[in-house]
């Protein structure tokens, strides 16, 4: 059974930075593309960032994260992180990891998700 959990999330001012981390088990890592989602209250679950299965040479990012976040992954631990820098107080939200098969990079069908962990951004 694949499991995902997310740490590092927490209390942080504007300007500031945190690394989320996702470890993952119950499958073979490096075969499936990963993926960071956020949900902020009243507001649905949007894409933060995603990467390719492998040695994820592909990443994509939405448009409001572009620059300031950094997906990458270690498949050595088994782990996806997201580095968060510049964050603003709209990037308050819960944050997922999730992980799907090699086409899930490009269909964003994720099969999997964590439980999320709480980022809260003060201004």
């Known amino acids: 059974q694949v499991q995902l959990v997310e740490s590092g999330g927490g209390l942080v001012q504007a300007g500031g930075s945190l690394r989320l981390s996702c470890a993952a088990s119950?499958?073979?890592?490096?075969?499936?593309?990963m993926g960071w989602y956020r949900q902020a209250p009243g507001k649905q679950r949007e894409l933060v960032a995603r990467?390719?299965?492998?040695?994820?040479?592909?990443?994509h990012y939405a448009d409001y994260v572009k620059g300031r976040f950094t997906i990458s992954r270690d498949n050595a631990k088994n782990t996806v992180y997201l580095q968060m820098n510049s964050l603003k107080p709209e990037d308050t939200a819960v944050y997922y990891c999730?992980?799907?098969?090699?086409?899930?990079?490009?269909?964003?069908?994720?099969?999997?998700w964590g439980q999320g962990t709480q980022v809260t951004v003060s201004s």
């Open positions: 999730a992980t799907g098969p090699p086409r899930a990079y490009f269909t964003a069908r994720f099969d999997y």
């Open positions: 119950g499958s073979i890592f490096s075969d499936n593309a």
């Open positions: 990467i390719s299965s492998g040695s994820g040479v592909w990443t």
